[in-house]
């Protein structure tokens, strides 16, 4: 029931997030690291893949439909962290502090947990909660 409802939170998120990205990219393009070619495209597409991944991962039919969602948005969240680490230290380096460490530090702990929670609620992993057999 946890794990079904936590499923059902994620895929909203990244839903919501997929929906921001193509309707309101600004924000995500401030972001983006110098180095990454094309900006627009990859977030429009990123935009995309989360909202693909959300449907995947929503979807109650098929469970290896449900598993590549997850594993794709467990994979999507470890290619974003540049773009997180870049809006880090970009604001970090305001006058003003931009968002300060009470903002970035939890977003830099959650990414990791964000890639964990997908695996998990997307049947791919049982990690920790693994039944031990003897």
Request: net charge positive; charged share 15%; with cysteine.
């Amino acid at each position: 029931m946890i794990r079904t409802g936590l499923r059902w939170l994620l895929s909203a998120f990244y839903a919501f997030a997929g929906y921001a990205h193509i309707v309101r990219p600004e924000g995500f393009l401030a972001i983006m690291p110098s180095w990454v070619p094309e900006p627009e495209a990859v977030v429009f597409w990123t935009g995309i893949a989360e909202l693909l991944g959300a449907a995947a991962l929503l979807q109650p039919w098929h469970r290896e439909l449900r598993k590549a969602g997850a594993i794709g948005l467990a994979l999507y969240a470890v290619c974003v962290f540049p773009a997180n680490i870049n809006h880090f230290a970009l604001d970090m380096a305001r006058e003003d502090g931009g968002m300060g460490l009470a903002y970035h530090v939890p977003r830099m702990i959650a990414q990791p947990v964000l890639v964990w929670l997908a695996l998990w609620v997307g049947g791919v992993t049982d990690w920790p909660w693994r039944r031990r057999t003897a």
